[in-house]
């Protein structure tokens, strides 16, 4: 008999995902697989483990490799812990063209890591994204929640300025 994981998705995030369940008919719920990710990697301090998606997985009646799957195709989701903040750069085709190897060279320079790494004081994970959907303001960043567009050095750095 295999092991329960759901003591690992708290109550408060049980009542969350079920706002989302709710969404869909019941015989869909497992549709609401993204919202969960998203619920309980926030509750984990903004990363996601094996058991906490075996987790989702028992809780949404889903296969867990069905759970892998949406946890490791979007960028969104963490496989490993991260900085208190989250800067995700986009370098997709329009950030590209207007600089966003420049913003990733400023934030390398400015922050002294690599993409996909997190500084050694654990304040900031620095993350390349594909795309975050606001190719009209390239180049950009995601800040945790909050977009930052028309990037220059000075904007980046006023940004990093008020991160703690």
Request: net charge negative.
């Amino acid at each position: 008999m295999a092991t329960s994981n759901l003591n690992l998705i708290s109550d408060a995030s049980r009542r969350e995902i079920d706002k989302w369940v709710a969404k869909y008919p019941p015989e869909r719920k497992r549709s609401a697989v993204m919202s969960a990710l998203r619920i309980v990697q926030d509750a984990n301090g903004g990363s996601l483990n094996q058991p906490l998606m075996d987790a989702v997985a028992e809780y949404l009646d889903m296969e867990p490799i069905s759970v892998y799957e949406v946890a490791t195709f979007y960028s969104m989701y963490e496989m490993k812990p991260v900085g208190r903040n989250k800067i995700s750069v986009c370098t997709n085709i329009s950030c590209m063209l207007c600089g966003s190897d420049e913003v990733v060279s400023h934030l390398k320079k400015r922050l002294g890591v690599g993409l996909g790494q997190t500084t050694a004081d654990g304040k900031i994970t620095l993350k390349e994204v594909e795309c975050l959907g606001a190719c009209c303001g390239a180049p950009m960043i995601q800040v945790n929640k909050t977009y930052h567009e028309y990037l220059t050095p000075e904007k980046i750095d006023a940004i990093l300025d008020t991160l703690e």
